[in-house]
């Protein structure tokens, strides 16, 4: 099985631009989670799509958006870009379903540089 | 929410030795742990993972054990290699509806030849 897949896997941008960031999943997985990455804040949790809904949601400000289409493959879109943004995104996809927590499997990132 | 804290940041431990990494976490209501493995410039990779139901599990030179009346769980590395070599992190989630991590800080591993 092919595993996660991000496009672009690097991107520069200018402050005040906006950016799309693209996941394809494990096939046959229906759950897709977004991560930021910072060597000062680690990896925290953006949001989870689980058959085109936004199941879960971290806290992060509302320029920090995202979708799933029908065939699971998921995008992130972050607006108004800010210095702060940079950093490495990271996706992750699992089987999904409801009740317990399956194990997620992570694509190796889109690295986002803000100048 | 979820906070997880990961102990210590940096380990270094000569080939063969064993290598402990602690987490401990606040939310009750967690019930899956995961451990990630993230070489440099590279992926995080699932290594192992733990339930609530359970309190020890073990994948050769890996293993996991959680004890939730303490609320924290350690990832035990025995043997190790050079090629163990990498940040490791604990995560946590909640028994919602959904995957949602909450990670540790991580743990940098340097094993020595």
Request: overall charge positive.
């Amino acid at each position: 099985k092919a595993g996660v897949t991000q496009t672009p896997r690097y991107l520069i941008k200018t402050r005040g631009q906006q950016v799309t960031l693209s996941c394809s999943p494990i096939s046959g997985h229906r759950s897709v989670s977004w991560y930021q990455q910072t060597p000062g804040q680690g990896l925290q949790f953006l949001f989870e799509y689980f058959s085109e809904t936004q199941r879960n949601k971290g806290n992060f400000p509302g320029r920090f958006s995202g979708r799933q289409f029908s065939n699971s493959r998921s995008e992130m879109n972050v607006s108004t870009l800010e210095l702060g943004d940079s950093a490495l995104y990271l996706c992750a996809s699992s089987a999904g379903g409801t009740g317990s927590n399956q194990p997620q499997h992570f694509g190796d990132g889109t690295r986002l540089s803000i100048l | 929410g979820e906070n997880v804290e990961q102990h210590p940041s940096t380990l270094s431990v000569q080939e063969g030795d064993s290598a402990v990494i602690k987490c401990t976490y606040s939310d009750s209501a967690s019930n899956y742990f995961p451990w990630y493995k993230q070489e440099l410039g590279k992926r995080p990779q699932l290594i192992i993972d733990i339930r609530s139901n359970v309190g020890e599990k073990k994948d050769q030179r890996i293993a996991v054990t959680l004890n939730k009346t303490a609320k924290h769980f350690s990832l035990h590395i025995t043997e190790t290699q050079p090629e163990d070599s990498a940040v490791y992190f604990c995560a946590a989630s909640g028994n919602n509806a959904g995957n949602m991590l909450t990670f540790g800080g991580g743990t940098r591993l340097m094993v020595k030849p």
